[in-house]
């Protein structure tokens, strides 16, 4: 199986770099790609969750990671050659536990996406010594000039092949 160059990026900012606000740009694009696919926009929601969790935003990484969980629900143990189960597993706890300490303070911690197709890992350690780390990370909800870049690139080949 190939797979999607915006996925696999996705995978190295997720799992390498643990920069959720570049995963949800990149997967953003391929969701637009592919017709607003319920399984790409599970996994976008899921790094935005993590994104928020890490600024201390509770209530939008709660909200967000329960919305990603119920894009991913009907979808099935192993997909796209990661174990979607053991994320939905592990975002699970995540939620509970964002909502059972509302009182306390909540230790933030990262999420891995367990990758279980040799081909994809390839791809996602071939990716990553293509991919340079952001540094720094993007600390805000706030898009610059790569999103920008990326939504001329999308425009360009919605509009197909120039005619002459």
Not at 14 to 22: A, G, I, K, P, Q
Not at 53 to 78: D, I, T, W
Request: glycine content about 6%; proline content about 6%.
């Amino acid at each position: 199986m190939s797979y999607e160059p915006l996925y696999v990026a996705y995978l190295v900012y997720f799992n390498r770099d643990r920069d959720y606000f570049e995963c949800h740009e990149v997967l953003e694009e391929l969701w637009l790609e592919q017709n607003y696919d319920p399984l790409y926009k599970g996994l976008l929601q899921v790094a935005v969750g993590l994104f928020h969790a890490r600024r201390g935003n509770r209530l939008g990484a709660r909200k967000m990671l329960v919305s990603a969980l119920e894009r991913l629900g009907p979808y099935p143990e192993h997909v796209l050659g990661i174990d979607l189960g053991q994320l939905r597993q592990d975002t699970e706890l995540y939620v509970q536990q964002l909502a059972d300490g509302a009182d306390s303070p909540f230790k933030y911690y990262d999420l891995t996406i367990r990758v279980l197709d040799a081909e994809l890992a390839e791809a996602v350690n071939q990716a990553a010594t293509e991919i340079a780390p952001n540094h720094p990370q993007q600390q805000k909800p706030q898009r610059g000039p790569k999103h920008a870049e990326r939504l001329y690139k999308l425009e360009q080949r919605k509009a197909g092949p120039l005619s002459e």
